[in-house]
Each structure stands twice: as structure tokens, then as C-alpha cells.
T-cell receptor, first 110, second 110 residues
Framework: NAGVTQTPKFRVLKTGQSMTLLCAQDMNHEYMYWYRQDPGMGLRLIHYSVGEGTTAKGEVPDGYNVSRLKKQNFLLGLESAAPSQTSVYFC?????????FGNGTRLTVT | RKEVEQDPGPFNVPEGATVAFNCTYSNSASQSFFWYRQDCRKEPKLLMSVYSSGNEDGRFTAQLNRASQYISLLIRDSKLSDSATYLCVVDLAGNNRLAFGKGNQVVVIP
């Protein structure tokens, strides 16, 4: 069972570059989430989705966009990366059960 | 007031001792509560859900106090392998938008 899979695991970007983080889940979960985790800050919600074709802003959405074209996939985009977006990004999904997390993506923006 | 608050610690615990910590939440309409464990640089993993009547899983006991709006986690007979950060997670108002505390860092000392 794959569960929640995030790609890539690591990435280094230069300021101004763009990239997309992919999250895929095989548990048929309705809800999907993108969090970022920074030292001393805990997990903060960026965007989330309550079903295919829907997205909503979380606590820290600025500088990010998301799409949920298919139920199993939730994409997080950075259009113009900034050093403040250096962080560890976690995707999670949820059905009737508690959250299941992916392994995380470590992003550095120089 | 923050949605979910935890004292980050660290909680330095002698091996074999008992440690307990609380997590307070601000929204009285919150319905679901969880404890997650996170090891360094890894994704959070579900430790246990917290039920109204309290629940126990081996050496771990979770309690919910709705009147005072906090949940607690108690670890008995601490093992070195219990060293981790314990995250409190609250489903705010039952709308599947989950809020995280910053975590309680536990260090079990030989």
C-alpha cells in the first residue's frame, strides 16, 4: 500500500524559479491538505481540498497555488519562489479516518 | 489566542519515568482530537485518537476535558524510543480543517 506519495523528496530552487509539488493518494480520500513546517512554527496549513475540483485557502496561502483535477492528486505550485518558502512541505489526506501524511518534500530556495 | 497551544518543552524524562503534557484548544465546537508523533525530519504519524471517555493504548493514555478545553497525553514507563515530538491535532468545528499545535518535544534520558 503506497498511501500518500509526494514527489520530489528534495529540491533546490533559485529565487524566481517555479515548480510544482505532486501529492498522490491511493486511499480514495476526499480531503487533501498541503502543510509547511518550519523550525519553531509547527505545521501550518497552506491550502486544502474537500473534494475533486475544489480548493480552499488555509493559514498561509500567499505565494502558492493548488489544483485538484483528479481525486487522487493534489498539486502545489510555486510560481516565483522566494527564500521565505524554504521549508519542509507535507501533503496529507483524510477520509473518515485521521490524517495520513506523505514523506515530505524538503525545498530550499537560494 | 492561538487555535491550538502546546508547551514545546523539551521535556527531559528519565527512562522508566512518567511524563504528561496538555494541549489547549480555543474552539469549543471542536469535535475530533488526535495525538501524532513526529520523529526528527520525518512525517507525523498517528499515535492515537482522543475520545470523550478517555482511552489507553499500552503505555499511552489520552484524556479530553471539554469544560476546560484541553486534551492530555500521559506516557508511562518511558522508553528511549519514545523520544520524539508529540503533536496535538484538533478538527476545528468538525469541518475537517485540522489545526496543529507546535508539539511537545520529549527526550528520554538513559
Amino acid at each position: 500500500n503506497a498511501g500518500v506519495t509526494q514527489t520530489p523528496k528534495f529540491r533546490v530552487l533559485k529565487t524566481g524559479q517555479s515548480m510544482t509539488l505532486l501529492c498522490a493518494q491511493d486511499m480514495n480520500h476526499e480531503y487533501m491538505y498541503w502543510y509547511r513546517q518550519d523550525p519553531g512554527m509547527g505545521l501550518r496549513l497552506i491550502h486544502y481540498s474537500v473534494g475533486e475540483g475544489t480548493t480552499a485557502k488555509g493559514e498561509v496561502p500567499d505565494g502558492y497555488n493548488v489544483s485538484r483535477l483528479k481525486k487522487q492528486n493534489f498539486l502545489l505550485g510555486l510560481e516565483s519562489a522566494a527564500p521565505s518558502q524554504t521549508s519542509v512541505y507535507f501533503c496529507a489526506s483524510k477520509g473518515d479516518s485521521p490524517l495520513h501524511f506523505g514523506n515530505g518534500t524538503r525545498l530550499t530556495v537560494t | 489566542r492561538k487555535e491550538v497551544e502546546q508547551d514545546p518543552g523539551p521535556f527531559n524524562v528519565p527512562e522508566g519515568a512518567t511524563v504528561a503534557f496538555n494541549c489547549t484548544y480555543s474552539n469549543s465546537a471542536s469535535q475530533s482530537f488526535f495525538w501524532y508523533r513526529q520523529d526528527c525530519r520525518k512525517e507525523p504519524k498517528l499515535l492515537m485518537s482522543v475520545y470523550s471517555s478517555g482511552n489507553e493504548d499500552g503505555r499511552f493514555t489520552a484524556q479530553l476535558n471539554r469544560a476546560s478545553q484541553y486534551i492530555s497525553l500521559l506516557i508511562r514507563d518511558s522508553k528511549l524510543s519514545d523520544s520524539a515530538t508529540y503533536l496535538c491535532v484538533v478538527d476545528l468545528a468538525g469541518n475537517n480543517r485540522l489545526a496543529f499545535g507546535k508539539g511537545n518535544q520529549v527526550v528520554v534520558i538513559p
